[in-house]
């Protein structure tokens, strides 16, 4: 029971790592907001039904007046919030190379991926600080390190997001803010419905423990960085790829 009674923010709660996220906190005694486009209400009910406590919210990350509504909603119930965990996320639904990309998906994938993460670390900030302090994890991607053929936007928008992790730590050190972002290798989420079974057994190669990653995997670093643990990391990035980036 690490979190008990802490307030803390799931985005992209509906689904994959968002959702393994929210369940495990709401295991460990959280207060927990569940934000998603969709899905939220189902993974609130989830830990609400296992005796944690749970709200949920339609919202959309890159979206102010979303935030907004969010974050005052969460300070008028539960009066602060100590952590942030920003896992919405999503891919191009086309062909996503330099040259072929399209500007509206390229405007969409930046928007969510990156302008999501700014925007939620501009909502909760001034929060922690007036509260002494807090935790943001902003979920970013091995995509932040490596090229990854076909994925243009996606690439740009998670190496943003491990630039202002460590750009937003700096400015926040002294606040007793820490702000970290981890880089997950490919893990078995429904982000990967979109791939041929080559793609999948290409992405199992590439990944010498020899297995894709389990949501959960992604989960526990995460409350690991919001936990009292980890109050000596800021500005990190960490990849938890199953070894692959370290071939
Ligand atoms: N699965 C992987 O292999 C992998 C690898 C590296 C990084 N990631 C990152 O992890 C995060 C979670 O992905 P996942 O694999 O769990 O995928 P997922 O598709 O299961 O979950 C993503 C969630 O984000 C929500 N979402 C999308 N747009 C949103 C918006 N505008 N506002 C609020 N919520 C929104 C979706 O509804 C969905 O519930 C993403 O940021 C993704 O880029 C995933």
Redesign the pocket.
Known sequence: MRFQDKVVIV??????????TALQFGQEGARVVC?????AEETSEKINKSGGKAVAHI?????WP?WERVVEHTINSWGRVDALVA?????SRHIDTVIDQNEAEWDRVI???LK?VWFGMKAVLPHMIKNGGGKIVN?????AIVGLPGLAA?TSS?GGVSALTRQAAMEYAKDDVQINAI??????????EGITPEMRRANVEATPVGR??D?NE?AYTALFLCSDQADFITGQSFVVDGGWSAH
């Open positions: 985005t992209g709660a509906g689904s994959g790592i968002g959702e393994a934000m998603d486009v969709r899905g919202a959309d990350v890159s979206k979303d896992v919405a996320g999503v891919v928007n969510i991926n999501g979920i970013s991607s091995l995509a996606y998670k880089e997950p290798g490919i893990i078995e989420t429904p982000i990967l894709l990653g949501p992604i």
